[in-house]
């Protein structure tokens, strides 16, 4: 059975479950046009997950695709977290506001509780993906039983070869090329592979179907990454534009307007791909100190941006974007679909 027949969709073309970005009317209108759309729940509540996979399903019968972040829920380390907010004071006081003297830890993980896992068996939606990490035995075989089709991000081989041994059906190799958060296992350390090297070792290497995700941003980057062994190919920052996301307007106008990219953890305490800002020119300097725990980090990142954006400045901004984010067009997801589908059949 191929990956197109096992998830009963018409075209090798995933949307990336992108967390604070995607909508039931994204994930609907690329499912509706043949593609697998997708839902980026990590950052959502039990119960504003549930609405939005209900929504979904009430604007499509097609196939589509849940995310949730498996990272291991680390304790805030006291010293570090006092150092980073003392670091971002300054920054604080610009806009005439005093940050938080403590940080909460606003993303549970999937790994925490069987509380997602028992929504996904209640609403049944025909894949899963996790990034960050690999679910429990128990919930991997739960969904199995349901018949919900699992897939994990890997960024190197290490991790796909735990992926395969873990029992899940798909892979998502993502290149360095990957706007947003890199979907390390280890924070340690990145391997930093480029998405067609990725796709290429993974196939070598691993018998499961392999779906390449980075730097993708038009049908002939999607039909090279094919032709390399990839069943499909999966994009997010092409259809952040789209007017169904939920991406704000200053999102959208920089995409356009300043195209470059460049990995920080400052904003979250993970690395993530986005726009060049103020986290990369002001923050990410050689004194910075570590900075605190995901996802507590990112706590006190978005504070800060609300107490900018409230001045009038859209600089602390997670305005999350892949490297070949200068390709970009503006289009709906049906027509980009199309379009998609189009130059991959003129380059077969």
Same mark, same amino acid.
């Given at each position: ?8 969709? %018409? ?58 972040? /498996? ?10 977290? %006092? ?42 939606? %025909? ?47 993502? #290149?360095?090329? $990957?706007? #947003? ?10 391997? $930093? ?12 290497? /691993? ?44 999102? =959208? ?31 990410? =300097? ?10 507590? /980090?990112?706590?006190?990142? %978005? ?13 602390? #901004? ?31």
């Amino acid at each position: 059975m191929t990956l197109l027949e096992q998830l009963e969709i %018409k075209h090798p073309i995933f949307l990336a479950p992108m967390a604070g970005v995607s909508t039931p009317q994204l994930a609907a209108e690329v499912s509706n046009q043949g593609g697998l759309g997708s839902l980026g729940l990590g950052a959502s509540t039990v119960a504003a997950a549930r609405q939005q996979i209900l929504e979904t399903q009430a604007l499509t019968e097609k196939p589509f695709q849940v995310n949730f972040f /498996c990272h291991k829920s680390s304790a805030l380390d006291p010293h570090i977290s %006092k150092q980073w907010i003392e670091y971002l004071r300054p920054q604080f006081e610009k806009y005439h506001a005093t940050p938080p003297s403590e940080l909460k830890c606003i993303y549970p993980s999937f790994l925490d509780s069987d509380d997602y896992l028992n929504l996904l068996l209640e609403t049944r939606p %025909k894949a899963v993906s996790f990034h960050f990490g690999i679910p429990h035995p128990h919930q991997i075989q739960a969904l199995k039983q349901a018949g919900i089709i699992t897939m994990v991000s890997a960024t190197n081989l290490a991790e796909a070869l735990e992926i395969e041994a873990a029992g899940i059906d798909i892979i998502i190799a993502q #290149g360095i090329e $990957a706007g #947003g958060h890199r979907g390390i296992f280890n924070q340690s350390f990145d391997s $930093a592979v480029k998405t067609s090297d990725l796709v290429q070792l993974l196939k070598q290497y /691993c018998s499961l179907p392999v779906v390449a995700a980075g730097g993708v941003m038009n049908g002939q980057q999607a039909q090279l990454l094919i032709k390399l062994g990839a069943e499909a190919v999966q994009l997010g920052t092409a259809f952040v534009q789209c007017k169904s996301s939920n991406a704000n307007a200053a999102y =959208r106008k920089a995409l356009f307007s300043n195209p470059i990219t460049q990995i920080t953890v400052s904003i979250s305490g993970r690395p993530a791909r986005g726009l060049i800002n103020h986290w990369h020119t002001q923050i990410d =300097r050689p004194e910075r100190p570590d900075v605190a725990a995901y996802p507590y /980090c990112y706590d006190l990142g %978005k504070q800060l941006n609300a107490v900018a954006v409230a001045q009038g400045d859209e600089g602390f #901004g997670a305005f999350w974007a892949g490297t070949n984010v200068a390709q970009i067009r503006e289009m709906a997801a049906a027509d980009l679909i199309n379009q998609l589908v189009l130059e991959m059949n003129i380059h077969l």
